[in-house]
C-alpha cells in the first residue's frame, strides 16, 4: 500500500458516510490513525462497538491533532460544529464535508473556518436508504463519484490539500470530479434531490389514501411503488436539510418537471398514445448510458435473480 | 410433481410475460404441452431459439387444442386478439391475461369472449425494466403476488376454472388474490401506475434540461435518478395502453399526489423543516412493512454490496 495521504483524520458525524470512511480506511488505508465524534450518546456507544478507530467524547478531542476532518453531519449544522472544533484544527489541515448541498455547506463552513486551515468541500455520490453507525461498509465508495467544490484560492498549499484529498478518496474507490458550487447544486437537484421528493411525496400520498388499504399498497408495491419506498426510506434529518439549503434549485427544477407532467397528463386524459409513447421512449437512452457507464449494477442484480431449475437446459 | 393443471397452454405475445410463463411451466410444471404465438416475425424466430415449447405460425394455430390460453399482449389489443382467436377456443377453455389494467381488459375480453370459455381476467405483480422473449426466465413469478380477477359468474365449472387458475400460478410460485377489476385498478393506480408516470416523467425532463448536461444527469445518477430511470426504462407501449385504459383511477390519484406535493413544496419555500421531518418519517413504516413481508430483496442486495476486505476482522 502507498503511504497513506493522511496521518490521522477526524470524523464528526458517524453516520452512514461517517462510519463507512472509518471501515474504508481500515481496509483501503489512506490515515495512520482515525478518531470520530458524534453528538449522539447512543450513537457513540454502538460505534465504539463496530466502527473502526477511536471514539471520543467530544467533538474538539476528536480533531485535535488530526490533518484531515471530515464533517459528515446534517447540512443544517456544519456552521455550528465547524465554529464548535475551529480553535482546535491543526495549522494546514484539511477540512471537508459530505453533505449533499454544496452552496450552503460551503458558505457555513467558510463563515467559522480558521485562515490557517484548507476548507475543502465535497459531495460523495454514493449512499443507502440505511442510516447509522451499523449502516456503514467499507466498499460504499468503490465506483462512486466523489464531487470536490475547491474555493477558489490559487496557493500552492491549497492546491496541494486538494490534491491529498483526491488523492484520499480514489484510494477508497471513488472517481473524484471538481466544478463549482452552484454548478453541483443545479445538478444534484435533478438527479438527487427531487427524486427524494418525489419519493417521500408518493409514499406519503399513499399512506393517506381512502380508497386503498396500506395492506394493499405493501402487497402489490412490486410494481414500482417498492423503488419509491426505498428511496423515502433515507434519513429524514438528512433530507429536510438538503430541501432547506438547497431551495431554489430544487423549485426550479420541481417547475420543470411539473410543467412536464402536465404534458402527459394532458396526453392521457385526451387519449394522445403518440406522445406518450414518445416521451416513454426516450427514457431507454439515458438508462443505457447509465448501464454502460458501470453506475448500475441492475443488469447483475437481474442475472441473480435467474434460478435455473433444469442445470442441463 | 402433481399432475398439471392443464394439458395444453397456450401464450399469446412472447414478451417478458409471455417467455416468462413457458419458462417457468417447464421448471415447474403446470402443463404437459405449450404452444405460443407473437404477432411480431422477428419475437417468433427468436422466441424459436430460446423460449421452451412450440411457436406457432397463427394465432388460431396456437389456441388450437389448448385448454388454457394466456393473453400475453398489451391492454389495447386484447379485444382484436381475443376476437380472432374466439374460433379456435375448445369448450370450456379457460381464457385469462395477465394485463396490467383490468377493468378495460375484461370488458374488452368480454366483448369477443365465446359463451363456452370461461374468462378469469388476471395480473401477475411480477416483471422486470426488460422486455422481448429474451427477458423472461422462470423464478419471475417466485414470491409475486398474482391478482385474478373473475367475472360473476357463479357456475361450479367457472368456478372450477378459476380453482384451477389459481393452482397453476401458485404451482409457479405465485402467491394468489382476488378482487373486482375496479378495487385492482384503483390500488394498482398507486402502487404501480403512478410510479411509473413519475418515473418517465423525472427521466424526461432531465433529458431536456438546459443548465444540465446529460452526462452529468448519467455520472451522478446514482443520487437516486438511477432508480427512476430503471423503473422508466420499462416496455413503452405496454404503459402506454395502462395510462390510456386506467385514465380515470391514474388522473385521480395524481391529483392527490399532486396536492400533497404542492403542500411540501410550500414547507420547502418556507422552510418549515417540521413539516418536512414530519412527512419524511412516515415514509419508514411502509418501507419496514414491504421488508417485513418478503417483498424486498434490498435487504440482500445491500448484503452483496459489502465487500470485507479484511477477512480477519
Same mark, same amino acid.
Given at each position: 500500500m502507498t503511504d497513506p495521504e493522511f496521518k490521522h483524520i477526524a470524523i464528526i458525524g458517524i453516520g452512514l458516510l461517517g462510519s463507512s470512511i472509518a471501515h474504508a480506511v481500515k481496509a483501503y488505508g489512506g490515515a495512520s490513525k482515525v478518531s470520530m465524534w458524534d453528538v449522539s450518546d447512543k450513537v457513540r456507544k454502538c460505534a465504539a462497538q463496530v466502527v473502526p478507530g477511536q471514539v471520543c467524547e467530544t467533538a474538539v478531542e476528536a480533531v485535535t491533532g488530526a490533518d484531515c476532518v471530515f464533517l459528515c453531519t446534517p447540512v443544517g449544522v456544519l456552521q455550528e460544529v465547524t465554529a464548535e472544533i475551529a480553535d482546535a484544527l491543526a495549522d494546514g489541515a484539511v477540512l471537508t464535508d459530505v453533505g449533499s448541498v454544496k452552496a450552503k455547506a460551503a458558505a457555513d463552513m467558510a463563515a467559522a473556518c480558521p485562515a490557517h486551515v484548507h476548507l475543502i468541500p465535497g459531495h460523495p455520490i454514493a449512499g443507502t436508504e440505511k442510516s447509522g453507525p451499523e449502516a456503514g461498509f467499507a466498499s460504499l465508495f468503490q465506483d462512486a463519484w466523489h464531487i470536490l467544490t475547491p474555493l477558489k484560492a490559487e496557493s500552492e498549499p491549497y492546491a496541494d490539500a486538494v490534491q491529498r484529498l483526491s488523492a484520499f478518496w480514489m484510494r477508497l474507490g471513488a472517481r473524484v470530479e471538481t466544478m463549482d458550487v452552484d454548478r453541483h447544486d443545479r445538478v444534484l437537484a435533478i438527479t438527487s434531490h427531487l427524486p427524494?421528493? /418525489? !419519493?417521500?411525496?408518493?409514499?406519503?400520498?399513499?399512506? %393517506?389514501?381512502?380508497?386503498?388499504? #396500506?395492506?394493499?399498497?405493501?402487497?402489490?408495491?412490486?410494481?414500482?411503488?417498492?423503488?419509491?419506498?426505498? /428511496? !423515502?426510506?433515507?434519513?429524514?434529518?438528512?433530507?429536510? %436539510?438538503?430541501?432547506?439549503?438547497? #431551495?431554489?434549485a430544487v423549485l426550479a427544477t420541481r417547475g420543470r418537471v411539473s410543467e412536464d407532467l402536465a404534458a402527459l397528463q394532458r396526453a392521457i386524459r385526451w387519449g394522445d398514445g403518440e406522445t406518450l409513447m414518445q416521451e416513454f421512449s426516450r427514457a431507454r437512452g439515458i438508462r443505457k448510458a447509465i448501464i454502460d457507464a458501470g453506475l448500475d449494477t441492475a443488469e447483475a442484480d437481474f442475472g441473480r435473480r435467474q434460478i435455473d431449475p433444469d442445470p442441463e437446459e
Open positions: 427524494h421528493l /418525489i !419519493a417521500y411525496n408518493i409514499v406519503s400520498t399513499a399512506y %393517506d389514501m381512502e380508497s386503498v388499504e #396500506k395492506g394493499e399498497v405493501v402487497k402489490y408495491s412490486a410494481g414500482g411503488f417498492r423503488d419509491f419506498t426505498r /428511496i !423515502a426510506a433515507s434519513d429524514p434529518t438528512m433530507w429536510r %436539510d438538503v430541501f432547506l439549503t438547497n #431551495k431554489d
